[in-house]
């Protein structure tokens, strides 16, 4: 079950959403592109799930125990929430609405679900999906993490079947075998929409006031 806003949101801010199976490198590519783009904020996701390796309460995810998330869900506080591979995860109102709305670009990493739902939030939202280059190489990916148990892993590979179904949805889709050329085509999907005429409208709307093109 999901939240929903009656009527879609308008922002001068642009909102780049950013899903894929488990292992094919999103977070990754994420984390580089906001170190080479100052202009470009990260969403922190909440989630009932318990941190991994280095991860800090606040940096990767909000970790929260299940009655505090299903307690934030009664009170309305997230666009979206979902239940993926057994745990919760949720996107919170004032964690984006507020600087999208002050022109911020802003990048969420979030599952398919989630990202259909933004959707219908957000109309200018641009859906990006990251494939693996094949099921062999994700399966080694997840392997070398060295996280799961190899019942895990068979579970996170059949789930993947389902997320990497729905990338049809998605208005690009990015193949991540090589980490440097995914990097540079998810920079391009990011700079190009910031130059649509939309967009442009949207985030400059004194320029295109004086130029008469708010018509």
């Known amino acids: ?14 909102l780049f959403v950013v899903a894929a199976p488990s292992g094919a490198g999103k977070s990754s590519l994420v984390k580089a592109l906001l170190e080479l783009d100052s202009h470009l904020a990260v969403s922190v996701s909440h989630t009932t799930r318990a941190p991994r390796g280095q991860e800090q309460d606040g940096r990767e995810y909000w970790f929260i125990d299940d009655a505090s998330f299903r307690a934030m869900v009664a009170h309305g506080d997230f666009f979206e929430w979902a239940e993926v591979h057994g745990n919760l995860y949720g996107t919170s109102r004032t964690a984006i609405e507020a600087r999208l709305m002050a022109g911020e670009d802003m990048v969420l990493e979030i599952d398919w679900q989630g990202a259909l739902q933004i959707k219908k939030l957000f109309a200018h939202a641009v859906l990006i999906f990251i494939l693996p280059p094949s099921w062999d190489e994700l399966r080694q990916r997840l392997q070398r993490r060295g996280e799961d148990s190899p019942q895990v892993i068979d579970q996170r590979m059949a789930n993947a079947r389902v997320e990497v179904s729905h990338a049809r949805d998605f208005d690009y889709v990015i193949i991540n075998a090589l980490f440097e050329t995914a990097l540079f085509d998810l920079k391009t999907v990011v700079h190009s929409q910031r130059l649509k005429f939309a967009a442009q409208r949207r985030n400059k709307s004194q320029v295109f006031k004086a130029l008469d093109l708010l018509r």
């Open 1 to 14: 079950m999901r939240t929903a806003a009656p009527t879609p949101i308008e922002t001068p801010g642009n």
